[in-house]
């Protein structure tokens, strides 16, 4: 549920939206009417701020350049010989509107990790998604 209202309001920030399209937004979701209430009240009194506080942000956005990946398998001792530590590394090449550089960023992950970190990607497509 957080994730949704995270997504409702940077959509709210981003277009400045009136109270009445933002509830017309959250009815769309499955909060209750008092839920709904309290939350086009609280935007109707900090919305304005907020959104200033937003305009006056220095905002430089990292851009994904590039991905890379490799797979790195760490075979176990004499006494494990069985035993097998697969590692995936992945490579990101972003950049920046005020760079033309590119950084490269490597990020190690287990099966486990890696498993955890392609679910949370899903998630994030599943809430694109359902913006468009």
């Known amino acids: 549920m957080y994730n949704t209202l995270d997504i409702f309001f940077f959509q709210a920030i981003y277009h400045?939206?009136?109270?009445?399209?933002?509830?017309?937004?959250?009815?769309?979701?499955?909060?209750?009417h008092d839920k709904i209430e309290v939350f086009v009240t609280t935007w109707a009194v900090a919305g304005?701020?907020?959104?200033?506080?937003f305009r006056q942000r220095i905002l430089s956005p990292h851009k994904l350049e590039t991905v890379g990946w490799q797979l790195n398998l760490q075979m176990g001792q004499s006494m494990q010989a069985k035993q097998k530590s697969p590692q995936a590394v992945l490579e990101l090449?972003?950049?920046?509107?005020?760079s033309k550089n590119v950084e490269k960023i490597f990020v190690e992950f287990n099966h486990k990790e890696l498993f955890e970190f392609y679910n949370k990607l899903e998630t994030i497509q599943m809430q694109l998604d359902s913006l468009t």
Not at 24 to 31: A, E, G, P, V
Not at 48 to 53: D, L, N, Q
Not at 93 to 98: F, I, W
Request: proline share 3%; hydrophobic share 30%.
């Open 48 to 53: 304005p701020e907020i959104v200033e506080k």
């Open 93 to 98: 090449g972003v950049s920046s509107e005020d």
């Open 16 to 32: 400045n939206l009136k109270q009445t399209v933002l509830q017309q937004q959250l009815q769309h979701s499955n909060l209750s």
